[in-house]
C-alpha cells in the first residue's frame, strides 16, 4: 500500500506548488516553505499532497502476486530513484542511469511513476509468466509463508509438519503462478516461527497465562499511538426511524476501533447490516483515512486528527475476525493480527470500557431501550424514536470529536486527545513518533478489505452466486489453463462490495491492477448481498430453481412490495433504508475497463467443450 510520511524537510506540494515542510505545528497543521521564494505559511495537513495532481499516473497494484524476482527487480530501482526526489538535477540523473545501466529517459520515465505513489510497486515489470526462482527466497515469498503458517495453524487440532508443509505449498503455486519453495525449506519456516503449532488449546492458554499477562494497567507493546488497536462491534441501545416516513426501523449496529495507547476512537462504522465483513472493512477504512472531507461531509465542526495504519489489530473470537478477508486485508497493508486469549477478559477492557461510556451517552438519547427491562420500565423506545441514521451518526461523531477526546481520562490522567498528541509529537521529554504515513490510494485500501474469492474467467465472463459477470477487460483470460496444472482452469481474484453487487472488482495478475467488471446484462438493477440472499430463501421457499433470471424475477418483486408496504411495515421500511444507505459504495477505479483486445480470438482460445455454468453449479455457488 503507496503512503509517505510528512517530516521536518519533507519536500510536498501546496496548491499544486512544490514546498518543503520547516516545522510541524500541530496534528492537524504545519509551516511550509515555498520552493524558489522566501514565503512561509501554516497550512492544514488536509492541503498538503506528495505529488503534483496527475491522475493519469494513478493505479492500483496488489504486490504479493507478482514473483520474488520482480519484486526484487522493483525495490533496487527504488533505491535508485530514492535520492533523486530530494535532488533533481541533470547530473544526478545521469549517474543514477549509469548506476542502473539504462539511458536517462528510462531514469526520468520510473522517477515519474515513483513519484506518484512514492512505492516500489510503481516499478513492478509485471510479467506473463516469471521463470523459476534462483537462489535464496525474496522477501515477498517469506512474507507469504509467514502467513499462511499463522492461518493454517491458529487453531487447536494438532497437525502434521508434512501434511501443513505441503498444503503451504500448494497455496504458494497458486499465488505465484505455479512457483513455490519446496517442502524441506517450507518445513523449516515452519519448525522457525511457530515452534508451538503442535500445543493443545490448555497448553498454548496456559503459555498465554504464564508467559503473556499484561502488566496491570498497561497493554502489551501499546507504546505508542497505533501500535496496538482494538475493534469490536456492538448493538446500538436505540431505535432510528427510517428517512422517508420517520417510523421506527429498528436498531443499528456500531463497529469501533479504540487506539489503545491514548483510548482516541480512530475510526468506526454505524450500519443496519449485522457484525460482518463490510461493517469491519468501513470501520478500518475510517481509521485508516483522514477525516476533514468527512467531518465537512456530515456537518461536524470540531478537530478529528486520526488517521494511519495501524500496527496490530487487537481481536475478540467472534467469526467476522477470524475470516479470510480480514487476514488477507491485514496482510497485504502490513498489520498485525491479535486475539484476545479465551478466559482473560483483561485484554479486551479498554474498548469494553468505551462501549460502557458510550451506552451510557446513547441511553440519554430519544429511542433508547437502555440496557435491559428493568431500566427501560414504561419507556416506549419506539414511539419516542425521532432519530435516523444519518442523524445519529452525526451526534455519535460530535460526542466523540467534542466530548470522548477532550474529556479527562481516569486511567490516563490527561484526555485521549493530549495523550495522542503527547505520543505523536512528543512532550519535551520523550521525543514523539512523529506524524502517521498518509494512505496514497484510498480505493486501493477499501479494496484491500472487501471479500474476495477465486474464480475462473469463462467465455461468459465470470459467475458469483449464480450471476454473470463480463467486461473486455477479462477477454484476455478466457478459458486460461492453471500454469502448475494445465489439466485445470486457471482461478483469478475478485472482490465485491456486499452493499451493491452489480460490479466485482478483478485483480489482473499480468497488469497489476484490479478492473470493475458489471453484470453481463447492465440492465438489471443494483442489489445487496443481504437482498441477494433474502431473495435465494424466497426462491427456495417456493420450490423455485436459483438461477440468474428467477433472482431478478423474484428481486423486482420483492422491491415493488417494499415500496407498497413501506409505511405499514417496519422490515419493508428497514429494508428500503438499507437500500439508501448503500449508495455510498467504492470509487469509480482509476482503470481503462475498455482495453482493446481485438487481437484476441475468444473462439480460438476455447479449446475444450464447457458446459455453461457447469463449474458453479457443481459448487453449489
Given at each position: ?131 523459476r526462482g534462483k537462489g535464496r527466497l525474496g522477501a515477498n515469498i517469506e ?479
Amino acid at each position: 500500500m503507496g503512503s509517505w510520511a510528512i517530516k521536518i524537510g519533507s519536500k510536498v506540494y501546496f496548491e499544486n506548488r512544490e514546498a518543503i515542510v520547516k516545522a510541524i505545528s500541530s496534528l492537524e497543521t504545519v509551516q511550509i516553505k515555498q520552493t524558489g521564494t522566501d514565503e512561509f505559511a501554516l497550512v492544514p495537513l488536509s492541503s498538503l499532497t506528495h505529488a503534483p495532481r496527475d491522475e493519469s499516473l494513478s493505479g492500483t497494484f496488489a504486490y504479493e502476486y507478482v514473483s520474488d524476482e520482480q519484486w526484487y527487480e522493483a525495490k533496487q530501482k527504488e533505491l535508485i530513484l530514492k535520492p533523486l526526489l530530494d535532488k533533481r538535477t541533470t547530473l544526478a540523473a545521469k549517474a543514477a542511469a549509469n548506476a542502473a545501466g539504462v539511458h536517462i529517459s528510462t531514469i526520468y520515465r520510473r522517477l515519474g511513476k515513483y513519484t506518484a505513489t512514492l512505492d516500489a510497486s510503481s516499478q513492478i515489470r509485471h510479467k506473463p509468466n516469471g521463470g523459476r526462482g534462483k537462489g535464496r527466497l525474496g522477501a515477498n515469498i517469506e512474507k507469504s509463508i509467514n502467513y499462511l503458517i499463522d492461518i493454517k495453524t491458529k487453531k487447536s487440532r494438532i497437525v502434521e509438519l508434512h501434511e501443513l508443509a505441503e498444503k503451504i505449498q500448494g497455496d504458494l503455486r497458486r499465488i505465484y503462478g505455479g512457483r513455490a519453495p519446496c517442502k524441506n525449506t517450507i518445513k523449516a519456516r515452519i519448525l522457525a516461527s511457530r515452534l508451538e503449532y503442535r500445543m493443545t488449546r490448555s497448553q498454548r492458554n496456559k503459555k498465554d497465562k504464564n508467559s503473556s499477562k499484561p502488566i496491570r494497567g498497561k497493554f502489551p507493546d501499546a507504546d505508542y499511538p497505533l501500535a496496538v488497536v482494538q475493534i469490536d462491534h456492538t448493538k446500538v441501545d436505540i431505535q432510528v426511524v427510517d428517512e422517508q416516513y420517520r417510523e421506527p426501523i429498528g436498531r443499528p449496529f456500531i463497529s469501533v476501533l479504540i487506539d489503545v495507547y491514548s483510548r482516541m476512537i480512530l475510526g468506526f462504522c454505524l450500519s443496519l447490516d449485522p457484525p460482518g465483513t463490510i461493517g469491519t472493512s468501513l470501520a478500518l477504512a475510517h481509521a485508516i483515512l483522514p477525516k476533514e472531507k468527512w467531518l465537512a461531509k456530515i456537518g461536524v465542526e470540531g478537530s478529528y486528527p486520526t488517521y494511519g495504519v495501524m500496527k496490530k489489530i487487537h481481536a475478540d473470537n467472534a467469526g467476522e475476525f477470524h475470516g479470510k478477508t480480514l487476514a488477507k486485508g491485514c496482510f497485504e497493508n502490513d498489520i498485525g493480527i491479535i486475539w484476545r486469549p479465551l478466559a482473560h477478559p483483561e485484554y479486551g477492557a479498554h474498548i469494553e470500557r468505551y462501549m460502557r461510556t458510550f451506552g451510557e451517552f446513547i441511553h440519554r438519547l430519544p429511542g433508547t431501550t437502555f440496557s435491559n427491562i428493568e431500566e427501560r420500565g414504561d419507556y416506549d423506545s419506539e414511539k419516542e424514536a425521532v432519530l435516523t441514521l444519518t442523524e445519529l451518526e452525526r451526534i455519535i461523531t460530535r460526542f466523540i470529536v467534542n466530548i470522548y477526546h477532550q474529556k479527562k481520562h481516569s486511567a490516563l490522567g490527561m484526555s485521549p486527545i493530549k495523550k495522542y498528541e503527547e505520543g505523536i509529537l512528543g512532550d519535551g521529554i520523550k521525543p514523539g513518533m512523529g506524524l502517521p504515513s498518509i494512505v496514497t490510494d484510498e480505493t486501493r485500501l477499501r479494496l484491500d478489505f472487501l471479500p474476495y474469492e477465486e474464480r475462473t474467467v469463462q467465455r461468459y465472463g465470470i459467475v458469483w452466486d449464480h450471476i454473470t459477470y463480463y467486461s473486455n477487460a477479462l477477454r484476455r483470460w478466457i478459458c486460461e489453463k492453471d500454469p502448475s496444472d494445465k489439466r485445470k482452469m486457471r482461478k483469478f481474484i475478485v472482490r465485491r462490495d456486499p452493499r451493491d453487487i452489480s460490479i466485482i472488482y478483478f485483480y489482473d495478475p499480468e497488469l497489476g491492477q484490479y478492473f470493475e467488471i458489471p453484470y453481463a446484462d447492465i440492465s438489471r438493477a443494483p442489489m445487496s448481498i443481504w437482498e441477494h440472499k433474502f431473495v435465494r430463501r424466497r426462491l427456495e421457499e417456493q420450490g423455485k430453481d436459483i438461477n440468474e433470471f428467477n433472482i431478478f424475477e423474484e428481486h423486482e418483486k420483492i422491491m415493488a412490495d417494499v415500496e407498497l408496504s413501506a409505511k405499514k411495515s417496519k422490515s419493508a421500511r428497514r429494508m428500503k433504508q438499507r437500500r439508501a444507505n448503500h449508495h455510498d459504495v467504492l470509487p469509480e477505479l482509476p482503470v481503462n475497463n475498455t482495453l482493446e483486445t481485438s487481437e484476441v480470438n475468444t473462439d480460438e482460445a476455447i479449446d475444450q467443450d464447457i458446459k455453461p455454468f457447469e463449474e458453479d453449479i457443481s459448487n453449489g455457488q
